[in-house]
């Protein structure tokens, strides 16, 4: 975390039972001090891991419905015939004393009926369509809420979860939100996604998995939202799995990792507890998939060049480590530093842009980044660099950001040859040099 942002990630599915709320529910547990919120009003179940104690209730009101007032009926019949939705009820029986009503579950609050009632005889309150609570869980508070039966509308509901769960975290300054969002590609869906840091896609190896991915990839893309995509159960079909990474990357999401098949995650379940706060042998696939989250943002800041001694540095990643090729790399570590002090102050990622000639030196400056660690760079991109006021340090290893830039700063960074130093021409993403293209 940097920057005292709030990180908003949100975990959908194309469709529900594919580990999404497990997932959730151990991000929850990974990060730094979340609030929590369960989008998925239509069948809410992340309380059952976190046993949330209720501090707040409110109704959820949304609509309108019609309804008779029976003493100033004068049963006309008008109501009948205007309703379209077939949700006028009368007794039938004994003409001249009808007795009509309104069924709320297939009135549709069109309001026609209130309309031509002779008699003004139907009122048209607000529907009451659920309730959203706030509540305590013991990883910090939680926004959830239960959709009433046949009733509409929870993207509006989903919408509130989400707002709810921001005005906390800003009031109670927590710098993580993890949303377990609804499945499918509907409205709950994009209401849930809007505006998210990340939303991360968890998806099995099957055939509808990859149908599923493709549906809800095109939708984040369509809203321009950062998407990352988990294989959940991988190991049941390794093949499909990789296939369906490769449709993730091609359709532009981050690979965040796979999570192997693993029967204890039901006994979790069971027990009321998050995966990761078991010994399940997926532990470690669900903590190294948080690592390669939890620092991504949303967009770049340039805190390094708005004052301050501090400055900021840039580090090309593939899987959460170097990347040797420059400009094939999934994201940057943008790293602010004290020089003085050696001590880094905060890292924030940001994804690679698309693909242009010459982009990524003023792309870095714009980020606020004076200094480039990378493993290889050709000198006229080097140049390029250079002219937009950023230093360039080449032959960094392949390691994490923070243990080259421990080493940059202790003057102790071990080099090794430029792997791209062949008088070349690369230009910031500009040409292809053999392997690499920077
Ligand atoms: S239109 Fe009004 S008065 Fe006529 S049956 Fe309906 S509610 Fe009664
Ligand atoms: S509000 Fe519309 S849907 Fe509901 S009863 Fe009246 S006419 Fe029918």
């Not at 007795?99 to 579950?105: A, E, G, K, L, M």
């Not at 990789?242 to 693993?262: L, N, P, Q, S, T």
């Not at 078991?278 to 060049?305: F, K, M, N």
Request: glycine share 10%; aromatic share 4%; proline share 6%.
């Amino acid at each position: 975390m940097t920057g005292g942002t709030i990180k908003e990630l949100v975990v959908i599915s194309g469709k529900g039972g594919t580990g999404k709320t497990s997932l959730a529910a151990s991000f929850a547990v990974l990060a730094d001090r979340p609030v929590i919120a369960d989008c998925d009003v239509d069948a809410a179940d992340l309380h059952l891991v976190l046993s949330p104690r209720i501090r707040e209730r409110h109704d959820f009101r949304s609509g309108h419905e019609a309804v008779i007032r029976r003493d100033d009926c004068t049963g006309c019949g008008t109501c009948l015939t205007h309703c379209r939705f077939d949700a006028v009820r009368t007794n039938g029986r004994i003409p001249g004393e009808w007795r009509f009503s309104i069924d709320p579950v297939s009135c549709e609050g069109c309001g026609v009926c209130v309309r031509f009632c002779p008699e003004q005889a139907i009122d048209f309150p607000e529907r009451l369509c659920g309730e959203w609570m706030i509540s305590e869980t013991r990883r910090g508070p939680m926004v959830h809420a239960r959709l009433g039966v046949a009733a509409g509308n929870c993207g509006k509901l989903v919408s509130l979860v989400r707002r709810e769960a921001r005005r906390i975290a800003e009031r109670r300054n927590r710098p993580f939100i993890i949303v377990d969002g609804p499945p499918g590609i509907g409205c709950p869906v994009i209401a849930s996604v809007t505006g998210a840091t990340l939303v991360l896609v968890v998806t099995e190896p099957t055939v509808s998995g990859e149908h599923d991915l493709e549906r809800v990839l095109s939708l984040t893309r369509h809203f321009d939202i950062p998407a990352a995509v988990c294989v959940n159960k991988w190991d049941l079909n390794p093949e499909m799995s990789d296939r369906i990474e490769e449709k993730g990357r091609r359709a532009g999401a981050r690979i965040a990792g796979r999570v192997r098949y693993d029967p204890s995650v039901t006994l979790a379940q069971m027990q009321e507890r998050a995966v990761v706060e078991t010994q399940s042998p997926c532990v470690e696939d669900i903590q190294r998939i948080w690592a390669a989250l939890a620092h991504i943002g949303a967009r770049p800041g340039s805190r390094a060049r708005q004052g301050g001694t501090s400055m900021r540095i840039a580090i090309p990643l593939t899987n959460g480590r170097l990347s040797l090729h420059f400009g094939h790399c999934e994201c940057f570590a943008l790293l602010d530093v004290d020089p003085d002090e050696q001590t880094i102050l905060g890292r924030e990622d940001v994804w690679a842009p698309p693909h242009q000639p010459g982009l990524l030196p003023p792309w870095l400056a714009g980020c606020g980044a004076t200094v480039v660690l990378a493993g290889g760079m050709g000198q006229r991109a080097q140049a390029l660099f250079a002219e937009q006021g950023i230093r360039v340090v080449v032959g960094a290893m392949v390691e994490t950001p923070e243990k080259i830039v421990s080493d940059y700063l202790a003057g102790t960074l071990r080099s090794g040859e430029n792997v791209c130093d062949h008088g070349d021409s690369h230009d910031g993403r500009g040409g292809e040099h053999g392997h690499q293209r920077t």
